[in-house]
C-alpha cells in the first residue's frame, strides 16, 4: 500500500478534521492550563504574566501537534501525535524556580532540549532493548498513572472541604456514561465523535445544576500573545538542572513506547531508528521553544493515543487541525477562557475513560508476547510492581535520598527501566537457560 493510500495520511474534509481535532483538544485542553495554575499559584505570579504563560503554552502545544503530525526537516513523526506539558517536569520546573528563580528553571529547560540532541544518537542506537513486552507494560503503568492524576482531579484535594463531592463525581461518571451510550448508539462519524459528544453531554448537565461559570468568557481582552523571555534572560547552572536532565532520558524511553504504540493503531509499518529520533527531536525542538517562552518542557503526549484507538480516526491531519485550534485558543483568549469553564469533573470523566484505553492498547501488546516463557513473566512482574508502588503507595521514598526519590517515586521511570534492565538480562546476556527457553518455545534464542 502506498504513503497516499494509507490511513495515517488520509485527507479528511475539513469540517471532520476540525471537529475531530476539537475532540483531542477538549480532552487535553486542561493540562496547559493547570500545568500553569500550578506554576503561578505556588509562585504568587501577576495575573497578566499568568495569561501570558497560558497563551504560551497553548501556542507551543498547537505548533509541536502540527510538527509531530506533518514531520518536517526530520522533525515530527508524522504520526497523529498530540503535544503537552509533562507533568513531572511541570514539577521540577517548579522546584528549581522556588530553589533559585524561574530565570534559572528557564535556562535548566534550554539546556535539558540541547541536552536531548546531545544524546539522541547513543539512545538511538539502543532501541532493540524496547520490544513489546517493554513497550506493553510502559504503556499500562501511563494508563493507570493518567487515571490516578485525574481521578484527583475529580475527587479534589485531599482535607479541602470539597473533597470527595459526589455532586462532582456523580457529573463524572455520568460524562463516562454519555459517551459510552453515544459509542453503543452512534454509527459512523457521530460514533467516532463520541467522546466529544459526551464531554458536551456533560457539560449540559453541568450547566442545568448551575456548576458551570461562563460570566468571565467574554471579559477581558480578546487577543493574547506570548512574551519571549518573561522572567528575563535564562541563568544556565548544570548542577540545578541535574533532574530535568536526568527526566529527559526517562522521556525519551516513554516517547519510544508512544511512538510505536501509536504507529502500532494505525497500521503505519515504521522503522523504530527512524521514526523514533524524528519524535524526540520534535520533543526537543518545542522543549527549546518552551524555555524560551517560559514554560517547561514541552513533550510528545500519550494522552490522545487512546482517542485514537476509541475513534478509530487514524489520519495525523487531524491532530494537525487540532494544532491549528490550539493556535487559535492561544491568540484569542476567549477561547481560553470557554475552554477553561468546562468543569474539571467533566473533563475528568472524559480523560478517565480514553487514558483506560491506553491500557487496554498495552495489554493487547502483552497479549502477543510469549508470557508463558519464565522469563517475560518475571520481567512483566517486576516492572508492574516497581512501576505501581509509588503509584499506589504515594510516598513510599520519602525517607530516601532527593535523587533516588526522583527515579524510584516516578512509576513510569522505574517501571520502564526495571523492564529494560530484565529484558537485557533475560533476553541479550548471553545464557543456557535463554537457549533452552527459546527452544522450547520452537523460537530461535535472541541474540546479545
Request: proline share 6%; hydrophobic share 55%.
Amino acid at each position: 500500500m502506498s504513503r497516499e493510500q494509507e490511513p495515517v495520511d488520509a485527507m479528511l474534509p475539513w469540517s471532520q478534521m476540525l471537529l475531530f481535532g476539537l475532540q483531542h483538544v477538549l480532552v487535553m485542553a486542561a493540562v496547559p492550563i493547570t500545568s500553569v495554575f500550578l506554576v503561578a499559584k505556588a509562585l504568587d505570579l501577576s495575573a497578566a504574566l499568568t495569561v501570558n504563560l497560558i497563551s504560551a503554552t497553548f501556542l507551543l502545544c498547537g505548533l509541536g501537534s502540527l510538527l509531530q503530525s506533518l514531520g518536517p526537516w526530520k522533525m515530527g513523526s508524522k504520526l497523529p501525535f498530540m503535544m503537552v506539558p509533562g507533568g513531572a517536569p511541570v514539577v521540577m520546573f517548579l522546584t528549581i524556580a522556588q530553589q533559585r528563580d524561574l530565570q534559572t528553571a528557564s535556562g535548566a529547560v534550554i539546556l535539558t532540549a540541547l541536552f536531548y540532541f546531545l544524546v539522541l544518537p547513543v539512545f538511538t542506537r539502543c532501541l532493540k532493548y524496547f520490544p513489546k513486552i517493554v513497550i506493553g507494560t510502559l504503556l499500562i503503568l501511563v494508563s493507570v498513572n493518567l487515571v490516578k492524576v485525574y481521578g484527583g482531579i475529580i475527587a479534589g484535594k485531599p482535607g479541602s472541604p470539597t473533597f470527595g463531592d459526589p455532586a462532582n463525581i456523580g457529573l463524572a461518571v455520568a460524562t463516562i456514561a454519555f459517551t459510552v451510550l453515544f459509542a453503543r448508539v452512534f454509527k459512523g462519524m457521530l460514533g467516532q465523535l463520541s467522546v466529544l459528544l459526551g464531554l458536551v453531554a456533560g457539560t449540559l448537565l453541568a450547566a442545568a445544576f448551575g456548576l458551570v461559570d461562563i460570566a468571565g468568557v467574554v471579559s477581558g481582552p480578546v487577543l493574547s500573545a506570548p512574551t519571549l523571555l518573561p522572567f528575563g534572560m535564562p541563568r544556565f547552572d548544570l548542577l540545578a538542572a541535574l533532574p530535568l536532565l536526568i527526566f529527559s532520558v526517562i522521556s525519551m524511553v516513554e516517547a519510544t513506547g508512544q511512538t510505536m504504540a501509536v504507529a502500532e493503531i494505525v497500521g503505519k509499518e515504521v522503522k523504530p531508528r527512524e521514526i523514533v529520533p524524528r519524535t524526540i527531536r520534535g520533543d526537543a525542538l518545542m522543549s527549546l521553544a518552551g524555555g524560551l517562552f517560559g514554560t517547561s518542557m514541552i513533550i510528545t503526549s500519550g494522552e490522545n493515543v487512546g482517542i485514537v484507538r476509541a475513534t478509530n480516526v487514524r489520519s495525523r491531519y487531524v491532530t494537525a487541525a487540532a494544532g491549528l485550534i490550539l493556535v487559535a485558543i492561544a491568540l484569542l483568549a476567549p477561547l481560553g477562557r470557554l475552554a477553561n469553564a468546562i468543569p474539571a469533573a467533566v473533563v475528568g470523566g472524559t480523560a478517565l475513560i480514553v487514558f483506560a484505553i491506553i491500557g487496554t492498547i498495552g495489554i493487547d501488546m502483552l497479549r502477543r508476547v510469549e508470557l508463558h516463557q519464565r522469563s517475560n513473566m518475571f520481567i512483566l512482574a517486576c516492572a508492574l510492581t516497581m512501576g505501581l508502588l509509588p503509584i499506589v503507595v504515594p510516598g513510599l521514598y520519602t525517607k530516601f535520598p532527593p535523587t533516588l526519590q526522583m527515579v524510584l517515586g516516578n512509576g513510569l521511570a522505574i517501571g520502564s527501566l526495571t523492564a529494560i534492565f530484565l529484558n537485557i538480562v533475560f533476553h541479550h546476556l548471553p545464557s543456557g537457560h535463554n537457549q533452552q527457553e527459546a527452544a522450547a518455545a520452537g523460537q530461535a534464542p535472541t541474540a546479545p
